[in-house]
């Protein structure tokens, strides 16, 4: 390969809190025992170098002294249209619709402000990434869940269904859908998006959708743009992207929306300028224009490929060696989320006893509970093979046994 998903980054006292916060904050998992190292797989960042183009995008900009008031550049706007071109095959997108967010929870918020009142109940569904929990709970809004069931073959399925009685017995109008999701990985098909989209129409909702995972595709799967599937469902959906977790840059924050129906635009944009708030970082606009360049492609690729042998390597090993613990392989995203209910009971251990013997070992996975599904590990495979190798014996020699 060109680029480099070998080397093992020294992180530590690198502002990571991947790896320096285990063990020091009661809110992060625990540190490991002594003779045993940090092998991060909590936080979904990866330990991996971004893309050549971004460093270099950042270093030149920083050669100029001046960093005061700033506008997004064409190059800003040129960079994501072509991106999603490329990537997404979009066509038709413009500047006009295309708008800076500090953050995709920022962005779903702001949008539920602007499009409910205090109190309303909006639609997720379950497992539900913990950040929209947090974020939507503590502005004051409930959330219903519509849980996502799992067929013959163990593939997580929306349950439609259930989806329109909640949205009807709740007289909700507004919905968060997750494309791909977030924790379980799914790319959700066409005629998935379609179904889901016309239960929304039907109900008459506002729908923020969650793209930042759509670069991060294994296996060959293909991200279906939730505003691509209708000409109804560009018009009613606010859709949000980011860099960050396709080149590992949330530590500058910088997101975006893609909102093509005026009324949602302009009432998101004025809901997300009252705070002030909202404010783009000269810094990640350059390191989105090194990113979304003809290297950030081949890099992203590569990574791409590098990411389906690490879950090709832990799927293959988990169904071999942990008897009891069960996943849907991923399609995309870097997670894994593991069922470890049967293992749990079959071995009379909590959960919180599980989750404490590997990170006596140094595998700092995460707690899957808080995302609204029991007896489930979130796990991040965005590292060198030889570290994710190294986790899986370590769980292997002292934790599943």
């Known amino acids: 390969m060109k680029y480099d998903f070998t080397s093992i980054m020294e992180r530590h006292g690198m502002d990571s809190i991947a790896v320096d916060r285990p063990g020091k904050d009661p809110a992060a998992p625990g540190g490991p025992k002594e003779g045993f190292d940090i092998i991060p797989m909590w936080v979904a960042d990866m330990n991996f170098p971004t893309a050549p183009s971004v460093t270099q995008a950042i270093i030149a900009r920083t050669s100029h002294p001046a960093f005061g008031y700033f506008d997004l550049s064409d190059a800003y706007f040129d960079s994501i249209i072509r991106w999603q071109e490329t990537r997404n095959h979009v066509t038709g997108l413009a500047r006009e619709h295309i708008g800076y967010e500090n953050g995709v929870l920022g962005c779903v918020v702001s949008a539920a402000q602007a499009f409910c009142s205090m109190g309303d109940k909006i639609l997720l569904h379950a497992p539900t990434y913990v950040g929209f929990t947090h974020a939507l709970g503590d502005a004051g809004y409930h959330l219903i869940l519509s849980q996502l069931t799992q067929d013959e073959d163990g593939i997580w399925r929306m349950d439609y269904e259930d989806m329109d009685k909640k949205l009807k017995e709740h007289s909700i109008h507004f919905a968060v859908f ?162 470890c209910l049967r293992w749990c009971k079959e071995h009379d251990m909590t959960m919180d006893q599980l989750l404490r013997a590997g990170w006596d070992v140094g595998v700092i996975w995460q707690d899957g509970r808080p995302f609204n599904k029991p007896y489930t590990i979130r796990m991040n495979l965005a590292l060198p093979l030889s570290r994710v190798k190294e986790a899986f014996e370590r769980l292997s020699k002292y934790v599943f046994i």
């Open 178 to 339: 997750c494309s791909p999701h977030n924790p379980t990985g799914r790319v959700w098909e066409k005629w998935e998006i379609e179904k889901a989209m016309e239960v929304y129409r039907a109900n008459d909702c506002v729908v923020v959708s969650d793209e930042i995972w759509s670069d991060l595709l294994l296996d060959g799967h293909k991200h279906i743009p939730t505003q691509s599937v209708s000409e109804d469902a560009k018009n009613r959906t606010i859709a949000v992207y980011a860099p960050s977790k396709t080149f590992n840059l949330a530590g500058l924050v910088g997101s975006y929306h893609i909102v093509y129906n005026k009324y949602l635009h302009d009432r998101l944009l004025k809901q997300s300028s009252l705070s002030h708030y909202n404010s783009q970082n000269v810094l990640s606009m350059h390191a989105l224009i090194g990113a979304y360049s003809q290297e950030g492609q081949e890099w992203t690729d590569e990574l791409c490929q590098v990411l389906s042998g690490n879950v090709a390597y832990a799927c293959d090993y988990i169904n071999s060696h942990f008897k009891g613990i069960y996943l849907c392989r991923p399609q995309g995203t870097y997670m894994l989320y593991l069922d």
